[in-house]
């Protein structure tokens, strides 16, 4: 750990009373097997969807349950909450061994997703409920607003044209690189290209239209990885 607890509490928005929480919230099993993060990341995993399903509900309340998971599940991803680990600089203050450290598990998603849901259980521990739904909420505020039931309902061509145009960049084009099989099972590899970030990525289906869809998806979240934190 390169930098102090204080120094975390500074960038989370939070003072523990009991330091030791936080400690074993951002401690990795290969530095200790009794007391490290696993049990408090599997608590605040529960809190975490707990307090995501609460908002979700409260900003769409004719929403079915179906349109509500896959919102919550854009939420508590372990991407997403990699990111939000890496946006309060988590992986500064990670506790590991020296090999674990060297090979890079202080930036690795899976570290940080549980660590960042260990903390949350921290907090509850630490202070209950009411500050662990400030917390939350104060990191999850412009997600939770960005969030619109109508992009559910859109594919992933279609949101990826509109954001492009949004951003008043050049419409992406869809090539077909190769295909496989006979022609009575065929799968199409598609590469989508992004002129204006010189970006490409890559689909697969069994037609070319979800080869297609495979391809812009990769390329959503490639714009997702990128956004600034």
Aim: charged letters at 30%.
């Amino acid at each position: 750990m390169t930098c102090s607890l204080s120094s975390l509490c500074e960038k989370i928005g939070y003072s523990f009373n009991d330091k030791a929480l936080l400690l074993r919230a951002v401690t990795h099993r290969s530095f200790s097997r009794k007391s490290n993060y696993e049990r408090m990341e599997f608590f605040g995993d529960s809190i975490l969807n707990f307090l995501i399903s609460e908002a979700l509900c409260k900003q769409f309340p004719g929403a079915t349950e179906g349109q509500l998971s896959r919102l919550r599940s854009s939420l508590v991803k372990g991407k997403t909450l990699a990111k939000i680990g890496r946006e309060i600089g988590l992986s500064e203050h990670l506790v590991m061994s020296p090999p674990e450290m060297k090979r890079g598990g202080f930036k690795r998603d899976s570290v940080l997703a549980d660590s960042f849901e260990a903390i949350i259980g921290a907090i509850y521990k630490d202070s209950g409920m009411p500050e662990c739904h400030t917390f939350v909420m104060r990191l999850y505020e412009s997600r939770l607003t960005a969030l619109s039931l109508d992009d559910l309902n859109k594919d992933p061509k279609t949101q990826l044209q509109e954001f492009v145009q949004k951003c008043k960049m050049a419409l992406p084009e869809y090539h077909v690189t190769s295909t496989e099989g006979q022609a009575h099972d065929q799968i199409f590899n598609v590469r989508c290209d992004l002129k204006d970030k010189e970006w490409s990525t890559k689909g697969r289906g069994e037609t070319r239209r979800k080869a297609e869809q495979m391809a812009a998806k990769a390329m959503i979240e490639r714009f997702n990885e990128a956004l600034p934190v």
